[in-house]
């Protein structure tokens, strides 16, 4: 599956930005979908999951109450809702696809090429 994320760019803190990730390829409802997140000299962090189906859906706790990750299975996309941005939301967001509905970074197989969110203070 090919992945292709958008929506990322600049905004103030407190401001609201919406991720997309379209996908190509395989059925793209056989794949749990992912966000992570990753700053310069840090390692790929997660952000949220969504189950096939968009039953069952994680969120690292830093992020909770704020973002909200959704799939459309019809249209091939995953997006993810960010409110109440704040700086330390600054990262280049992934979405990822897998076959397990799970946290760990290494079991996503697939991802996309990352979009810049940049919060000013």
């Known amino acids: 599956v090919q992945l292709q994320a958008s929506g990322g760019g600049l905004v103030q803190a407190g401001g609201s930005l919406r991720l997309s990730c379209a996908a190509s390829?395989?059925?793209?409802?056989?794949?749990?979908m992912g966000w992570f997140r990753q700053t310069p000299g840090k390692e790929r962090e997660f952000v949220a999951a969504?189950?096939?189906?968009?039953?069952?859906?994680a969120y690292v706790e830093s992020v909770e109450g704020r973002f909200t990750i959704s799939r459309d299975n019809a249209k091939r996309t995953v997006y993810l809702q960010m409110n109440s941005l704040k700086p330390e939301d600054t990262a280049v967001y992934y979405c990822?696809?897998?076959?397990?509905?799970?946290?760990?970074?290494?079991?996503?197989?697939?991802w996309g090429q990352g979009t810049l969110v940049t919060v000013s203070s």
């Open positions: 990822a696809a897998g076959d397990y509905y799970t946290r760990r970074r290494g079991d996503y197989n697939y």
């Open positions: 390829g395989r059925t793209f409802s056989d794949y749990v």
């Open positions: 969504i189950s096939w189906s968009g039953n069952s859906i």
